[in-house]
């Protein structure tokens, strides 16, 4: 029961976030004076649809997408159509999407922040009995700024940073009586496992723990959303470079098989499914904003030559080259959708 429950709070989430993303686009469009066609929730079949007075509300089977049709590689000689509006209204409107998916990233923190009703900082409260980073520097009441030159936002950036060092030894800054201190080559233990021959580092500290109140809310919402916002453009980044490959990308299919798995395992965890639902949000604002064509950012990097340039691409070519990169996109969801299913097998 824990399992499909976990399962289905995880697709709804997921489909709210999708519908946050078009709603920013129809909002702002409406706003800039835009028409908009049709507002969809879901890709493939129409399962219910209604016309309102200018745009078409459409359900569709599959919640795995949505999209919100303006019009933007038609050529239309109306006031209100997409491409008769000045080139900063366009932006505003293709932008809001992802907007919307990083505010949602802030939201879901402080609601995060609520349900647990404390937050965690990265000042030093307790060490373990003969503690080796103790012995190299690092003291009580430390505050950790920056592990290996990576400023720390949240304590998650603490373990992020120290679970993929390998050799358990780190440059470490702290702030320590209102001072920031470098410390060089703080080393920590290393456990071998016996049979596989990985090493996994010692957390040998503890940090301290905060009731949550009406002054710190924020500030700690905010650090936790460009935390997950940093994750994301590390692993844009390890995959551009090669660390991972496309059988280590997941998709909705492979997110939910995971929440499930966690469920089944720990039992059904809201603010697990809270902690999901944020970086899924801001993963999918970051992504979007990527000069690829068909996503968002790929269209503002259109929008910004137009800006430049004074005039407009044809409406069908900009429509080839969006419609070559939206095919490029569905092959790898497909992909990646295959083995997130060979997995489950």
Do not use: W
């Amino acid at each position: 029961m824990n399992t499909f429950l976990s399962i289905l709070v995880a697709v709804i989430i997921f489909c709210l976030i999708i519908v946050v993303h078009e709603l920013g686009h129809f909002l702002a469009a409406r706003l800039c004076g835009i028409k908009v066609h049709e507002f969809a929730v879901g890709m493939g079949p129409v399962i219910f649809k209604k016309q309102g007075k200018n745009t078409l509300f459409s359900l569709r089977a599959f919640p795995i997408g949505g999209f919100c049709q303006m019009g933007e590689d038609e050529e239309n000689e109306s006031p209100d159509s997409f491409r008769k509006k000045p080139v900063l209204l366009k932006i505003a409107a293709i932008a809001a999407g992802a907007v919307m998916n990083l505010i949602l990233g802030f939201v879901l923190s402080v609601i995060i922040m609520l349900v647990n009703g404390e937050a965690v900082s990265s000042k030093i409260v307790f060490f373990a009995d003969n503690a080796v980073s103790s012995q190299y520097g690092l003291k009580l009441n430390d505050e950790i700024t920056r592990i290996n030159g990576v400023k720390v936002f949240a304590v998650q950036d603490i373990t992020y940073q120290l679970s993929n060092d390998e050799d358990g030894i780190a440059d470490i800054e702290v702030r320590r009586e209102g001072e920031k201190t470098l410390l060089n080559n703080v080393r920590f233990e290393l456990k071998k496992d016996e049979e596989t021959g990985k090493q996994t580092l010692i957390y040998d500290f503890k940090v301290a723990r905060e009731e949550i109140t009406a002054l710190n809310i924020l500030p700690y919402s905010f650090k936790n959303a460009l935390y997950y916002g940093r994750i994301v453009l590390m692993s844009l980044g390890d995959i551009i470079r090669g660390k991972y490959g496309i059988n280590d990308l997941s998709g909705p299919v492979g997110i939910v098989t995971t929440i499930g798995d966690i469920a089944e395992t720990y039992g059904f965890d809201f603010s697990f499914l809270l902690d999901m639902a944020t970086l899924i949000s801001i993963n999918i604002g970051i992504f979007n904003l990527l000069p690829i064509p068909a996503l968002d950012g790929g269209r503002i990097v259109f929008l910004i030559v137009e800006g430049i340039r004074g005039k407009q691409l044809k409406a069908e070519t900009e429509g080839v080259i969006h419609f070559v990169g939206f095919a490029l996109l569905m092959i790898l969801m497909v992909v990646v959708t295959f083995n997130d299913v060979r997995k489950l097998f």
